[in-house]
């Protein structure tokens, strides 16, 4: 009877309004159903996973399936995830990535890390954070040309000098602590595929590069409020994956190609394989107002050997087909390029 009552206690302070316990107190995935009872944080159950590998700083249990005495309920009632918030994040750098559910295991593992093994965050922490000075020198694997291997090369950043450099002396890229480094060069998006043994090591250089471009941000925008440029450090691609594409006559074979949707600069661009240096191509998204619309079928008067699901996008100029693997891959494609349609 009293472990009925436990869990329908402990369900309530998890649904609780005002106390951030129905997010993940790590990733901010909702309706967590797993909970730290060291830390007293509720969590979800990816995370809780690499809680489970810091025996000496966290121990899990589920919400659900396992027993909680009352001393237990009591802690979690005294903590909550607001109060691990303002604890263990007090002095988070305004550059410093912080992972979301959607992200890559490694970065979420060195968050965590950070967070409750090295304490890095703590307002009593009066060292520098090694990122913060946007320069960092060390070794990294570099995939060369060709994408056959993966050689090591010592690479320098300097905030200062506005570069990253690279010498010869010394997931997605098939590596879990595997970085995408993605730039504008004389006019062109250019690919650079990283990766260390070490997640700590590849996630510092990750927040090295986005302390660097905090501080160009900074300097060269300086009337411009922080939260305006914390965005525009670094970004995400929306969406990434494979599709088939035909020319601008609709008439050629569908090649398979692989996409990446840039919401921040409103392109699609494609290329022959994930590993890149350079797009093969790209196309500008507009508002629907200038004229933009994704539709799910083809276009009129035109038919393909291949009963795929399609993708039509309607620009001023011309109309893209595409074709996908199958029904979930078009809605999640269509969803993504609504998504840049209709952003302001």
Known sequence: MDHDRNKALLLELQRAAGTGNDRCADCGEPDPEWASYKLGIFICLNCSGIHRNLPGI?????????????????????????????????????????????????????????????????????????????????????????????????????????????????EKIGHIHGLQITYITDGQTRNLFVYHESGKEIVDWFN????????????????????????????NFVKEGYMEKTGPKHKEAFKVRWFCLDSQERNLMYFKNPLDAFAQGQVYIGRRSEGYEVRGDLPQGVWVKKRKPAITLVTPMREFVFMCENDKRQKEWIDALNGVITQL
């Open 208 to 235: 090295a590069i986005r302390a660097a471009r905090y501080h160009y941000l900074r300097t060269t925008f300086p009337s411009v409020p922080e939260p305006e440029l914390i965005p525009k450090i670094t970004r």
């Open 58 to 170: 966290s121990k899990v249990k589920s919400l659900r399936l396992d027993f909680w005495e009352s001393s237990l309920i009591e802690f979690m009632k005294n903590h909550g995830n607001l109060w691990a918030k303002a604890k263990y994040e007090a002095k988070v750098p305004p550059y410093y990535y912080i992972p979301r559910a959607c992200d890559c295991l490694v970065l979420k593992q060195q968050w965590i890390r950070a967070k409750y093994e090295r304490e890095e965050f703590l307002a009593t922490r009066d060292c520098q954070d090694p990122c913060s000075a946007g320069s960092r020198e060390g070794c990294l694997w570099k995939l060369g040309k060709g994408r056959r291997q993966f050689q090591k090369r010592q690479f320098l950043l300097s905030a200062k000098e506005g570069v990253m450099k690279y010498y010869s002396k010394v």
